[in-house]
Each structure stands twice: as structure tokens, then as C-alpha cells.
């Protein structure tokens, strides 16, 4: 089965925005098996929307389209269908019903030119309901390929997608094979070292995939079972799994979608600890992937950037004679600035990083990249230097990373 | 003149990696007045990107393709267009000499089979020099089409886009046309706002063009003046420009590439005055943004999270009796949190901000969205409420702006 997509924006194809929506329906399709073998973007142009569709219909089984459906004037999506499968523009009522109850549930003011024109949809098209905005996506088949249209804001594609469109091709196509993916999601490792350790758990004859992708700086491995039966799949995919968490061990810092900081938040939440941190060179960034996560108020107390000398002696207590002897990047200041934290905050444990990000202040003894991260709990403190290399960027993301990837192992009792 | 592209790889067209260069390409060469009308992005299959190239090249004047030029098993896309052109593959003696001298300079082990497959290019193939990698690009001409193609690594292919292909499209269609361009990055406006105050400057019959986009939660505007005479385009870009500034004023943060907190640094290093921050519900997100710019040490003196009521209290002297009567997101709490956090960290002007994120949190009185923020200085505190919508990364992104552009309004004398 050939699978095309199909994206429509002058935004898209003059790169005013980057295209990612391509991306998700790929890797969505990939998760049930399905792989795309083509992506093509084009502008707001009727006549470049009908070639685009002929073509790709005449060289797919199906081709999923987004954008364009919109209730302005460059919204051409609709029209071009229409054109190009010979199919008219008629008001479909359940579209038109969609908008209003839209319009209405959300006590938007109704314009009715606007509004109205996304009813119009190209003759013998199936709505695909679109539970969250007023645009309803739209299928129809085209000289034996199946066509789907899909708005191109991604909260409202995503959903459909999920709840529409892969039921649809699983249910047309996919019938007879279970598939069932497992994701884990790892830091600390480079690339070849995890196609390394995962070396032989791919098995394409028996249906087991194995795909690995580095999301600087962690990496995403995603398993892929599929089988006639369903517990051959179930199986495939259960011993698989115990297979990369045995290699991987605690290099997993979480399974699906869980982030790093969601696990974090989880791991404090159950463990009953509090959380402060000083941080000076990731300029508070631990603090604010933390503070991501819904309800981190419960854990975490307090944080601190202090960037200059005189925000760690003053506010930290980092004593004057610790900065003059060994610098403010050194292991001494480092746990200064940690057990300085957790005091003040009254936490269980606290974090305290210190570091050059360049491009300047690097020397010698001390390059660019040259990080110290602190652990402070109630039984003292530890410290660990590390040398990043990269831009400033890098340098902070690195450091903010090994923190909290520390306070996961801490919370979990592993050892760094 | 009609430009397509296509970008090669399995890693794009299964999802597992966003396609960013379509974008920069597609943008850097809208800078010089050339549209692009489609990108394509397929696989490393030899067959689908003989299909494309052969498509592409007989409905394009000119085809900029990246990707599949690397050493490996899976890089096919030399051989693919050997095939779709008819042109076998030889070994092009500039990019063997391109390739040892790469590998000499830099060290590196030199692998005969694996590098030297980077040399064998299609017959009459001119080689695109890359200043930075081993793979050289190169250029064909197939059926009145010209055709470009660069290695898929960004650092790689911006340069040579800039560098080759760029100067060698403009000399032969567009050498003609000076093209100058001119970006002014605005805050605090929507787009249809921002559409109706630039209404009238765009005429595509002068030759200037106007693009506006969205890059939440800011808006950049291009301008692209072209013409037969360098003065009249330098003209037509400087009247432009003028009414641009004069339209927008204050709303314009930055002109060019120069980020908010590269535009705050400028005006905090200019003023010679100092910076705290007190963060509630942006959890460190102003303090890492303001951080991100190299050398704010200087002006930076620190910033806490206060998530706590407790840390509120004993970091930031704020009185229990507020917290109590108002509750901790109010005007009362982030006045006390400004005044609290510039007088503990001895700095010239501090920024607080107290808010609810969400999702849960709201009440009927302060509904998620609800942020307080305070700017304290020398003669006092002044505080305004927000109303966010969205998402909790949207409300917090929304308030470290609204800061931001606070900060950049203090120093510059404009009233918000």
C-alpha cells in the first residue's frame, strides 16, 4: 500500500513556517505499521493543489492532506478538490451543523459568508469530524485512491488523525495484522552505543522493528510488533521490551511519553521529598522544565539564579574567601551553593550547578564547557565535574539535563 | 521562473525527523525574490527519487535537492540520478582531491571504500564546493532543467546554499534584480492588527513585497524591495522601512536577526543598570531567556523562583498577612515580591510575576490565565494584570514575554 501526504500553505512552501506537521502523521502512520513514501508541500494556489492531487492520486492508495480548509479567502483547498476529482461544490448539512454548534458552544460571532463557506465540500465527500474546531476534514476516493483532508492547525489535525483517519486505513487495509509499539526513552548514551546494546532484538521476518532517534540530548527508541495474531504481536512485543529494559537499564529515564521532568514530578510526588535549587550558568532552566509539569508546586520550593559573586555570597551564603582561592566554577563553590540552598529553603535535597557556557570565560585549566553539579541531601553533598562541548545552548542543556537526570537516579537509587 | 525541492531521506519521510531545511531554503531564497512552489520529500529508495527527480525536472526550471550524499549503504541519491538522467556514475577527480584533503586537514581516518564513494558523481556533473564536509554537492542540467544537490546536514547545505547555489541561480535568471531585504520584529500585536497598520506599503507593481509571520508569541516582518538600479531598490527598502517604524514604533522589539533578550542585554549593558527577578508561575523562564545571551553577568545580578508560599515569605519578605487577605496570586503579592527581590539583591530595577498556569488551579474570581506583573525601581512599584489563554506553556511563554518587553520598554523611555 503507497501512502502520500499532502500539506497546503503559502506559509509552508515559502518556509516562513517550518513544516511539522508531515512529521507527526509519519510517525503516527509508523506506529501502526503504516510507512509514508512521500511528503509534498504546496502553496495556497488552486491550480497547484489540483496538479498536486491528480499526481498524487494516480500514484497512491492513499493520499492524507492538510491545510487550506479555513474560512478565509486563500482557503482553496475545497475548490481545488473539487476541480480536480470533477466532483462539485454542494453544502453538506452535517458540515454546516458542525459549524453552527460550534459557533454556538463556544459563543463565537457568526459570520456567515465566513463560516458558512467551510460547508461547501466537493459532492459525495464523507465529513471527518473535527472535534475541536469548525473546519470538518472531508474524505473522498478518486480513481481508486482514497483521498483525506484534514485542517492544517495541529491541535485539531492531531486529534482527527487519531480518532478518524488511522481507524479508517487500519479498518480498509489493515485488518489482518495486529501491531503494538512500545516506546522507552533514554539519556546518557551516545547513538552507536544504544544501536550497539540493541544490536540483534530487531527481527524483520518475525515482525519486530526497531527504530532509534536522537531528540538532542536524549534519545527516543520505538519498538514495533507486528503479527497475524494478536498474541503473537502481544508476545513479540512483551519480550522485546524486557529485553531493552535489561540492556538498558537505567539508562531509561521513562517508557511512552513521559517526559524527564514528568518522571521527575512523579518520583518526588511519590517519594515525599522537596526540591531547591541554585543554579548559575543553566540561568534557570532546571527550574522552568520543572515548573512545567502541573503541580510541581507540591515539590518543589524554591530556586535560585544566582549569576553574580554577589548573589552567591549574599544570597547563598557561599563564602567570599571560597571564590577568591578557587573561582565560582569550582567543586568548593559548587557545594557551598547547594548546602547554601537547601538550608535556606529547608528542603530535603537541593541541586546547585556552576559552569562556563562561553563562547568567553573559558580558560586553560577551565575551558568553555566545563561544568560542576551538586547534590545536597541530609547526609552531606556530592559533586561532579563535566566537560561539555557545543555552543552556549548545548553547554546549558547539557548541564540542565545531567541535573536532572542526578535527581532521578537519587530518587530511584541508582547510581549515577 | 518555477523552483521546486526535494529533500531525501527514510529519517524525514518516516517522521522520525523534522524537515527543516525545506524551510530554510525556501526562505533564504524568498529573501532574494525567488518563490518556491513545492517541496517533495522521499525516501532513500534509489527507485523513489529516480521518480521524483525525473518528475521534478520535467515540470521545474530549477530542482535544489539535499540529502543522500553521505558514505553509507543507504546514501544512494549520486546513483539514483545517474539512472533518472542517464548520466553513469564517474569518479569526478575534484571531489576525490576534495574529500583527501578534508580528511587530511582534519585528521581523520581515512576509509577508502566508504569515503571515496562520495566521488563517483553522474557523468558532466560540475561539484559544489562544501567548506565544512567531505561530500561535495554537485550540478546537472536534465532536459532544460537545472538541477542542485547538497548533503542533507544543515551546517553543510546553509553554506553551500548561500555560497553556490543562491549567486549561481541569481546570475542566470535573476541577475537583473537587485533584491534588498529589511526585518523588523514586533510584540504585542495580532496579525490582523499588524495586516491593517501595514496595510497600503506592500505594491507589487514597485516592486516591494511585504510577509508577515507569525512566530508565536512575536511577529516578524519582511520587506523585499526589487529592482533594475541598486539605488532605486535601496530607496524603495529605506521609505519603506521608514513607514514601517513609523507605523508600529514602540511595538517594533528588535530590526534584523536580534532576539527580545538580545534587544534587553543591549539596553541593560547601554544603561548601566542592574536586574532581579522574583518568578512564581514562569518557574525560571525569564531568568533562563535573559540568561541565554552571552555576558549578562553583568547586568544580571539573580533571579528565585518562589513557588512556595513559604519561600514567598523567607526569600522575599513577603508578609504572611497578604498571602492570607489576597491570596498568592494577586497585585498586593507581586508588588511585595518586586520590592521584596530588589532590595535583598541591591539591583537597579526588578521584574516579579504571580500567576495561574493551570490546567487546575482557577477560580471564578482569578480563572487560570490570571497573571499579576510588578516592575520596581528606585521611586517605587507598578503593577498590571494579565488575562492569557491557552495552554500552561502558552501562559507562562505569554507572561516571561510580557516582562520581557516590559523591560524593554522601562529602558527605552515608552510607555506600555
Given amino acids: 500500500m503507497k501512502i502520500a501526504l499532502l500539506c497546503i500553505g503559502d506559509e509552508l512552501v515559502t518556509g516562513?513556517?517550518?513544516?511539522?506537521?508531515?512529521?507527526?502523521?509519519?510517525?503516527?502512520?509508523?506506529?501502526?505499521?503504516?510507512?509514508?513514501?512521500s511528503h509534498t508541500v504546496t502553496g495556497d494556489s488552486e491550480k497547484e493543489i489540483v496538479d498536486a492531487v491528480n499526481f498524487l492520486a494516480a500514484g497512491n492508495d492513499i493520499v492524507i492532506a492538510t491545510g487550506g480548509l479555513g474560512p478565509t479567502a486563500d482557503d482553496v483547498t475545497s475548490a481545488a478538490v473539487a476541480k480536480a476529482t470533477g466532483n462539485p461544490l454542494e453544502e453538506n448539512r452535517h458540515a454546516l451543523a458542525h459549524i453552527r454548534e460550534t459557533v454556538f458552544r463556544r459563543n463565537l460571532l457568526y459570520s456567515t459568508s465566513a463560516d458558512d463557506k467551510q460547508a461547501f465540500l466537493p459532492a459525495g465527500s464523507a465529513i471527518i469530524r473535527n472535534p475541536v474546531g469548525t473546519a470538518s476534514g472531508f474524505y473522498?476516493?478518486?480513481?481508486?485512491?482514497?483521498?483525506?483532508?484534514?485542517?492544517?492547525?495541529?491541535?485539531?489535525?492531531?486529534?482527527?488523525?487519531?480518532?478518524s483517519v488511522i481507524p479508517c486505513i487500519k479498518e480498509i487495509y489493515g485488518g489482518k495484522n495486529t501491531i503494538r509499539t512500545a516506546r522507552f526513552n533514554i539519556f546518557g548514551l551516545s547513538e552507536p552505543e544504544t544501536d550497539e546494546m540493541l544490536s540483534g532484538i530487531a527481527n524483520h521476518e518475525k515482525g519486530l522493528f526497531l527504530c532509534i532517534c536522537v531528540i538532542f540530548p536524549w534519545i527516543r527508541i520505538t519498538l514495533r510488533a507486528e503479527s497475524g495474531s494478536e498474541e503473537e504481536a502481544d508476545n513479540l512485543l512483551r519480550q522485546a521490551?524486557?529485553?531493552?529494559?535489561?540492556?538498558?537499564?537505567?539508562?531509561?529515564?521513562?517508557?511512552?511519553?513521559?517526559?524527564?521532568?514528568?518522571?521527575?514530578a512523579e518520583l518526588f510526588t511519590r517519594s515525599g521529598l522537596t526540591l531547591s535549587l541554585a543554579e548559575s550558568c543553566t540561568g534557570g532552566m532546571i527550574a522552568e522544565r520543572l515548573t512545567s509539569v502541573p503541580g510541581s508546586s507540591a515539590w518543589f520550593l524554591e530556586g535560585r539564579v544566582?549569576?553574580?559573586?554577589?548573589?552567591?555570597?549574599?544570597?547563598?551564603?557561599?563564602?567570599?574567601?571560597?571564590?577568591?582561592?578557587?573561582?565560582?566554577?569550582?567543586?568548593?563553590?559548587a557545594e557551598a551553593m547547594a548546602v547554601g540552598i537547601r538550608v535556606r529553603s529547608v528542603s530535603d535535597l537541593?541541586?546547585?550547578?556552576?559552569?562556563?557556557?562561553?563562547?568567553?570565560?573559558?580558560?586553560?585549566?577551565?575551558?568553555?564547557?566545563?561544568?560542576?553539579?551538586?547534590?545536597?541531601?541530609?547526609?552531606?553533598?556530592?559533586?561532579?565535574?563535566?566537560?561539555?562541548?557545543?555552543?552556549?545552548?548545548?553547554?546549558?542543556?547539557?548541564?540542565?539535563?545531567?541535573?536532572?537526570?542526578?535527581?532521578?537516579?537519587?530518587?530511584?537509587?541508582?547510581?549515577?
Fill in 16 to 37: 516562513q513556517v517550518v513544516n511539522s506537521n508531515s512529521a507527526f502523521i509519519a510517525s503516527s502512520l509508523l506506529d501502526h505499521g503504516l510507512r509514508v513514501s
Fill in 140 to 163: 473522498l476516493a478518486h480513481h481508486g485512491c482514497r483521498l483525506f483532508f484534514l485542517p492544517g492547525v495541529p491541535a485539531e489535525m492531531e486529534l482527527m488523525l487519531h480518532e
Fill in 241 to 264: 521490551s524486557e529485553t531493552v529494559r535489561e540492556q538498558l537499564g537505567g539508562w531509561i529515564f521513562s517508557e511512552d511519553e513521559i517526559s524527564m521532568e514528568e518522571k521527575i
Fill in 306 to 333: 544566582t549569576y553574580s559573586n554577589a548573589a552567591k555570597i549574599r544570597q547563598l551564603g557561599v563564602p567570599e574567601e571560597l571564590l577568591e582561592r578557587y573561582g565560582a566554577v569550582s567543586c568548593e563553590v
Fill in 350 to 416: 537541593s541541586i546547585a550547578v556552576t559552569g562556563i557556557a562561553g563562547p568567553s570565560g573559558g580558560s586553560a585549566g577551565k575551558p568553555v564547557g566545563t561544568v560542576f553539579i551538586s547534590l545536597a541531601d541530609s547526609e552531606g553533598c556530592r559533586t561532579e565535574c563535566f566537560s561539555f562541548s557545543g555552543s552556549r545552548e548545548k553547554i546549558r542543556v547539557m548541564s540542565t539535563w545531567k541535573g536532572m537526570d542526578w535527581l532521578r537516579r537519587y530518587l530511584l537509587n541508582l547510581h549515577a
